[in-house]
């Protein structure tokens, strides 16, 4: 098996080819990443891109680009107020076993 030289840049058409290839069991993520030095989360953010665009694909009424990322956004927005909420309370349950030891 040779390795093919390092590409320096990645096109959606190549993309696709290495994300169908996976798809279709030809070959694994961790194969992928090791053969082209990447990571194997970018392997996975791209098939995650490549599931969300077919699932598009098969909607009754596609969104567009911007709907998506506005989509996109909104759970990313809403993720982080959930994080920002968990570290306020995890700060106040502290600031209360601190008070009940020094008291």
Do not use: C
């Not at 990571?39 to 791209?46: F, I, Q």
């Not at 909607?59 to 996109?72: G, M, N």
């Amino acid at each position: 098996m040779s390795e093919e030289a390092p590409v320096k840049r990645w096109t959606a058409k190549r993309k696709t080819a290495v994300v169908m290839e996976i798809f279709k069991g030809k070959t694994t993520v961790a194969e992928v990443a090791r053969q082209h030095d990447l990571t194997v989360s970018e392997v996975e953010a791209w098939m995650d891109e490549a599931q969300k665009s077919m699932e598009n694909g098969f909607r009754s009424r596609p969104k567009d680009i911007r709907e998506q990322y506005e989509s996109e956004l909104r759970e990313t927005r809403e993720a982080l107020g959930e994080a920002h909420l968990q570290i306020y309370a995890l700060k106040k349950y502290k600031r209360l076993l601190d008070d009940e030891e020094s008291s």
